[in-house]
């Protein structure tokens, strides 16, 4: 008797969905992709390319729940309609991730956290790419995850994660997990529970055993704290800026002291690419990664020194007339700020503003009475800056536009000072994501 294909419906079609369909089509499934808006021209083509049936612009429910498995984009929230009655009728619901790794025997490291995943991810596949290794790139960053375990045989992917990914993954194993830190974020997706947001950041330890391996931050207190309660399965190995460790890494007398047995090393801190604490962090935590593959250290040491950083995060845009513009546009939250904040040694003009996701702006007041002469707000609602700032800084400007804020900031700016675009919010009020915030701040810049 002839067994019945299987189904499976996925949940928007862009770069994560379009992918799952292509390899979900080659492992023999029945596929039904399904939108609630406008798909994308290029997407559309692929599509139809592979002859895979979809709909845009709705769900329709029978469609989608006829299905034995469901691939929802991270965008799409569990409370949406269409997943509480898939949960109802007893449907798995997984992410891309999940799914994908059913059929790939590559080695996994995953890097999760709520600052820094990008840069992490993309210096430690950096370093083993530099090193020859057969590696791809994926998750939160590059092309999908699951296209290219359709597409390609790697023997390692390197792969961000958010927590929106690792709430849709249940039987998915790193090999090596990444954890940056946890501040409070996305907290209007866990009922503005910083408790729910932590334990799906700490999902990534899931069915680890003890030949894999974790790699934390000891400085991140929320971290250490939930740690504490933890019996961790996986070796352990943390960095800090503040203490020795004795297995992992650490900085002292400005010389990381990467302590991975049996071969330890060090390097000053001067020749990371990579400037600032944030990125003392980044660079100890894809170091030891990179250490626990066996990577040589002169791999690491020269990778480490020769990478080039990513659009939108702290990128120097231009100088104009003595006045440095920097395009920060990926810090969509007050911890990413908060760093670009702390590295910029000039006075600062701040660029701020947007769709906010439950911020508190306190933690920053003492950074920007230090370094901040003037605000300039780019967003819709601009009340909450104001309210967060007005007694410390006396010149608070709204705008609606980039061109609108690039302007007022260069006429408030003066030879010396940066113009600092770091929003500490999501973009969707004025711009269709921080990628063209970042884009349209730096036209503006350069038609000054």
């Not at 390609?152 to 958010?162: P, R």
């Not at 090596?176 to 997706?189: C, E, F, Q």
Request: proline share 3%.
């Amino acid at each position: 008797m002839k067994t019945q294909t299987p189904k499976i419906a996925i949940l928007g079609a862009a770069e994560s969905g379009i992918g799952t369909a292509v390899l979900a089509l080659k492992q023999g499934w029945e596929v039904f992709v399904s939108d609630k808006g406008k798909i994308a021209d290029k997407y559309k083509t692929e599509l139809l390319s592979f002859s895979i049936p979809f709909e845009e612009e709705k769900h329709t429910s029978e469609k989608i729940l006829e299905a034995e498995l469901i691939v929802k984009s991270p965008g799409i929230p569990d409370k949406a309609p269409i997943i509480v009655e898939a949960h109802k009728r007893g449907i798995k619901v997984v992410s891309e991730i999940e799914f994908a790794a059913r059929y790939t025997k590559a080695k996994l490291i995953v890097i999760t956290g709520t600052n820094g995943k990008t840069t992490t991810t993309l210096l430690t596949y950096h370093i083993f790419k530099k090193a020859g290794l057969n590696v791809g790139l994926g998750g939160n960053v590059g092309t999908s995850f699951a296209r290219q375990v359709a597409d390609f045989n790697y023997d390692y992917f390197i792969l961000e994660l958010s927590s929106f990914q690792l709430d849709g993954m249940y039987e998915f194993k790193a090999d090596v997990a990444i954890l940056l830190n946890i501040t409070p974020d996305h907290l209007d997706r866990y009922d503005y529970e910083l408790q729910n947001y932590v334990f799906s950041k700490f999902r990534v330890l899931q069915n680890m055993d003890k030949n894999g391996v974790f790699i934390y931050c000891q400085d991140d207190s929320i971290t250490a704290d939930y740690i504490k309660n933890l019996n961790i399965t996986p070796k352990v190995l943390p960095f800090s800026l503040n203490d020795e460790i004795q297995n992992g890494a650490y900085i002292k007398d400005n010389l990381i002291q990467f302590n991975i047995q049996p071969d330890p090393f060090t390097m000053s801190i001067f020749d990371l690419a990579l400037q600032g604490k944030h990125n003392q962090y980044n660079s100890m935590a894809a170091g030891i990664a990179a250490r626990v593959w066996d990577i040589r250290k002169e791999i690491v040491r020269e990778s480490l020194m020769d990478f080039e950083n990513i659009e939108h995060r702290l990128e120097f845009v231009a100088k104009v007339h003595g006045i440095e513009f920097i395009n920060d546009s990926k810090a969509t939250n007050v911890n990413s700020t908060w760093y670009a904040l702390e590295s910029v040694n000039n006075p600062i003009i701040w660029i701020v503003g947007g769709i906010d996701k439950g911020n508190d702006y306190e933690m920053l007041t003492d950074l920007v009475k230090q370094r901040v002469k003037a605000i300039v707000c780019m967003g819709k609602d601009n009340q909450k800056i104001h309210d967060a700032f007005k007694g410390i800084i006396d010149q608070i400007v709204d705008t609606q536009s980039a061109k609108e804020a690039v302007k007022a900031a260069y006429l408030i700016g003066k030879k010396g000072d940066a113009v600092l675009l770091s929003p500490a919010c999501a973009s969707f009020d004025l711009f269709e994501n921080y990628e063209d915030r970042g884009r349209q701040f730096k036209q503006a810049v350069r038609e000054l």
